[in-house]
DNA sequence: TTTGGATATGCATGGTATGACATATCGTCA
DNA sequence: TGACGATATGTCATACCATGCATATCCAAA
């Protein structure tokens, strides 16, 4: 089948984003904080993490103020002082976030390709 | 597994956007469009599908336009005048990129449901 | 040939998200 | 014990976009 579309079809890009959030519809946690909770921990530190992913430190740390407050527990143990001036990384249960969430996009990923792939097709 | 995420698991809502987009990433197709797409071509008007879902008729228009410059033929019939004023329904080409946007979205919506249900699982 | 209601489009404006800036606080190590 | 650099937090400016308002255009039916 030979349809108007074709010719367009390659310049189609695919994006999605997956978050939760709580009644309220507030935002807890999407792609973004989990990059940066994932990255934080890799680094040991947040401000070099926001540096490298390009986020500013003030909102970061709201962003990450928020999520806390919404589990009622920290995802993180941040330090302040000594000679590098501080550092952050995961507490369990940060990391224990991180991978189910990790999981979770892993298997999303492959099948949203699929099927993305299956809508080219059918407008071919 | 006890963990300190149980209590809070069943607060958190699940989000997801899929939309498509040029080179450029200006938005073609997503949800929104998806849906006021249907609706119009289901009451042949694009004034009433808007009423309906609570978009404003002017923001939808502009979004419509994008979506048609987008593939460079039209994806609507528009009509203006007449006793009704005019109307408005979905060509072929409309038609079939509406029928391949449900099948993709019927896919991906249990798809992300399981997996959802997977992340919550591993945080008990 | 007049009327009515939907399509079509420009423009002004106001609210919100975002970034930029400023500044306080902390604790370890030299 | 003082200096350093990251954590922590308030505020203000602004850029962006959604919304609303206004208005032109069209044509079938009465």
Redesign the pocket.
């Given at each position: 089948m030979e349809t108007k579309f074709r010719e367009k079809l390659s310049a189609i890009n695919l994006h999605y984003k997956i978050w939760m959030s709580d009644k309220k519809d507030a935002g807890i946690l999407g792609d973004g904080k989990w990059q940066i909770l994932k990255l934080i921990d890799q680094k040991g530190?947040?401000?070099?993490a926001c540096d490298e992913l390009g986020?500013?430190?003030?909102?970061t740390?709201g962003d990450l103020?928020k999520i806390e407050k919404f589990f009622g527990f920290p995802l993180l143990e941040?330090?302040?002082?000594?000679?590098?001036?501080?550092?952050?990384v995961l507490t369990e249960e940060g990391k224990r976030l991180v991978n189910a969430f990790d999981q979770f996009h892993a298997s999303v990923d492959a099948m949203i390709q699929k099927g993305f792939e299956s809508f080219i097709e059918n407008l071919k």
């Amino acid at each position: 089948m030979e349809t108007k579309f074709r010719e367009k079809l390659s310049a189609i890009n695919l994006h999605y984003k997956i978050w939760m959030s709580d009644k309220k519809d507030a935002g807890i946690l999407g792609d973004g904080k989990w990059q940066i909770l994932k990255l934080i921990d890799q680094k040991g530190s947040l401000k070099a993490a926001c540096d490298e992913l390009g986020y500013t430190y003030r909102r970061t740390w709201g962003d990450l103020k928020k999520i806390e407050k919404f589990f009622g527990f920290p995802l993180l143990e941040k330090h302040r002082g000594g000679h590098e001036g501080g550092k952050t990384v995961l507490t369990e249960e940060g990391k224990r976030l991180v991978n189910a969430f990790d999981q979770f996009h892993a298997s999303v990923d492959a099948m949203i390709q699929k099927g993305f792939e299956s809508f080219i097709e059918n407008l071919k």
